[in-house]
């Protein structure tokens, strides 16, 4: 069951439509800066906006994102447009955060190489 599908506007900018208390949100992806998992929850950190809870879990997203989003742990879903690997091993991005690369993804040199 697909809970949240990419939407299109009409200018053909790609993102998801959130659910909110007035309704709907279409958020584009380029805004989207990581998704972190909160148990049955999903914080979505969205630049120059306050981030959303929403009740559904980061494995539901991982599906339908883009390739531009990555999994670097079981927690968090970081967009690489927003983010830059360091030498030790941290992904940092634009806002401060900064997490470290799970030992098994590490071993994929192609999360490492999209990142820098």
Do not use: W
């Not at 659910?19 to 989207?32: A, D, Q």
Request: glycine share 8%; proline share 5%.
């Amino acid at each position: 069951m697909k809970v949240y599908e990419l939407a299109f506007t009409k200018k053909g900018v790609a993102g998801l439509r959130l659910p909110c208390t007035g309704g709907k949100v279409f958020v584009p992806l380029s805004e989207i800066v990581r998704l972190e998992g909160r148990r049955n929850y999903t914080l979505i950190v969205i630049n120059a906006h306050p981030p959303m809870l929403v009740a559904k879990t980061l494995g539901l997203f991982e599906t339908e994102l883009s390739n531009s989003f990555v999994r670097i742990r079981r927690g968090c879903i970081i967009n690489l447009l927003h983010a830059s690997v360091g030498h030790d091993g941290l992904v940092r991005q634009k806002d401060g955060f900064a997490a470290p690369v799970a030992r098994r993804r590490a071993k994929q040199p192609a999360l490492l190489t999209q990142a820098a």
